[in-house]
């Protein structure tokens, strides 16, 4: 079994100043992690993912991640934010072993101020 | 450039008129999935294919149907809307990776804003 937990429904941050949005997850595998960023009426898109290589994960953006295998965390951060990131992240895990079923978490709200 | 298409964008259809949304894809993946995503919340996996094997998600409503005729195409049909199937409807696909792991990227489509009135 695996699930994944977005500890925040909504981040709010001014414009410049670092983002954090935080995943932690459980999983019986070795799992792949992923974020996924989503803006207004729009699919999701591939910001970073996680798969067994380098526990930091540099993605699109600035974005990056760090798996934590002690902590069970996947969190994902910006030096600085910019208006264009608002927008709503999803982190997803997806198991190993033969499945092709990612969990999402709810997914967190990220709101920036000029 | 697009890579996984969906149409219509923006879908209006009566309480219980059937509707159908169409999937396509020019990645050549061999798995296709397709959610429902409410306001506000994670989407939801309503079923997916790998290849031509049909697989259904517990919870999925029988309203919902779906057929994949060929590897580029995926249609999500539901037959009688209500009102509580008002969302947006993904479909995403993945490679679908022969040694069963699952470091596969999904790609998503833009979506189809469903309004059942």
């Known amino acids: 079994a695996q699930s994944v937990t977005q500890l925040d429904s909504h981040v709010s941050v001014s414009e410049g100043t670092p983002v954090l949005l935080r995943c932690n997850y459980s999983?019986?595998?070795?799992?792949?992690l992923f974020w996924y960023v989503q803006h207004p009426n729009k699919g999701l898109q591939l910001l970073l993912k996680?798969?067994?290589?380098?526990?930091l994960v540099k993605g699109i953006n600035g974005f990056e991640a760090e798996f934590k295998k002690s902590e069970t965390s996947f969190h994902l951060t910006k030096p600085s934010a910019h208006m264009s990131d608002a927008a709503e992240y999803f982190c997803v895990v997806s198991p190993s072993g033969g499945s092709y079923i990612p969990t999402f978490g709810r997914g967190t709200s990220l709101i920036v101020h000029p | 450039d697009a890579m996984v298409i969906q149409n219509p964008r923006y879908q209006v259809t009566q309480f219980g008129k059937p509707v159908t949304l169409s999937c396509s894809q020019t990645l050549n993946h061999n798995v296709m999935y397709w959610y429902q995503q409410k306001s506000s919340q994670a989407p939801k996996l309503l079923f997916h294919?790998?290849?031509?094997?049909?697989?259904n998600e517990a919870d999925t409503p029988d309203n919902f149907q779906s057929r994949r005729p060929n590897t580029s195409f995926c249609f999500l049909d539901i037959r009688s809307p209500g009102l509580g199937d008002a969302a947006m409807y993904l479909c995403?696909?993945?490679?679908?990776?022969?040694?069963?792991?699952?470091?596969?990227?999904?790609?998503f489509g833009p979506g189809t804003r469903l309004t059942v009135l």
């Open positions: 294919y790998y290849d031509k094997d049909f697989n």
């Open positions: 995403a696909t993945s490679r679908g990776n022969q040694a069963g792991t699952s470091t596969d990227t999904q790609y």
């Open positions: 999983s019986s595998y070795s799992p792949s």
């Open positions: 996680y798969t067994s290589a380098a526990t």
